[in-house]
């Protein structure tokens, strides 16, 4: 009886080691696939992952791609040079000569573990110091500084040529508005704006001119090239003439002092206070010719002849009027005509 019963445990013992060792080759992992042509045999390797379907960066295709090739689409497309737009031009430029890097590998990197139509961004580096110079090298090319009206005599009547407005590009805001550009992966236009410089002097605002005609003993005043009025006035003399020429007032003194001049005609005369007997009236409008001016006489019958030392003389309320209707600087020219 009890041989029987060691019979019976050890065929069950042997029984349950051959259940294990048949679970133990079933859980195994399979080998890898092979194919046997021959005495040859070859592994197969997984195809490389693409990107998903309807993914893009900045806006570029890449779904379906392999990264090398969406990496090279995208770098492509980031090239294309941006276009600045300024007054009269358009002028385009690679994004590199901006300072502009593109992160192309991370964005592909991200563009491959996106779920399908996903818009990926491109980040963009920016060196803004380049693009500042960039755009500082616009502005000296093509700013300019506005140009005053100019005056000249043309006929023996003032002629003025027409002011000229400059401009300045707004290097700060055009600065701005490229990077936000590049930044965005963008290739729209970027408008580039410039300041309007106005001109000091125009024809509009030109002061006060004189114009002395020697030969006839007149004097025109003008607004700029604007008739005003005109005076008899009387001029120099043949051994004294008043010089021909382009002058300009250079000092108004109202009651001056009379100084005789270091001239033969004046030696030993004295100085002559304010008052009715100063050969000089009571206005003075010195002129950038030495010792010559405008000025009122107390000798009115004079009017009208070259009989002065070289100055003009004016009937006093005359010259009292032009006194104030003038200024330092307004120019004087005297013609012979």
Known sequence: MKRRVALSCSILAGLLLAGLLAATVVASPPPPAATTTGTTTTTTTPTPATIPPGVTIAGVEVGGMLAA????????????????????????????LLGATPGVQRAVAKAQTSIPNTAVPLGVAVDQARTAAFVAGLARRYDRLPADAELALRRLRPWLSKERIGLRLEQRRAVRDVVVALSAAARRPVRLYEQKLRAEVTRRNFGPVIVIHRSTNRLTLYRGMRYQRAFTVATGQRAYPTPLGRFGIVVKWRNPWWYPPASPW???????????????????????????????????GSIGYSVSHGCIRMRIPEAEWLFNHVEVGTTVFIVAG
Not at 268 to 290: D, F, H, Y
């Open 69 to 96: 090739d969406a990496a090279t689409a995208v770098q492509s497309a980031f090239e294309a040079p941006l276009e600045l737009i300024l007054p009269g031009t358009r002028v385009l430029v690679p994004p590199d």
């Open 266 to 300: 004046a030696k030993g005369q004295k100085p002559v206070p304010p008052g009715p007997e100063n050969p000089l009236g009571t206005r003075w409008m010195g002129l950038s010719a030495p010792g010559v001016g405008i000025h009122g006489t107390p000798e009115g």
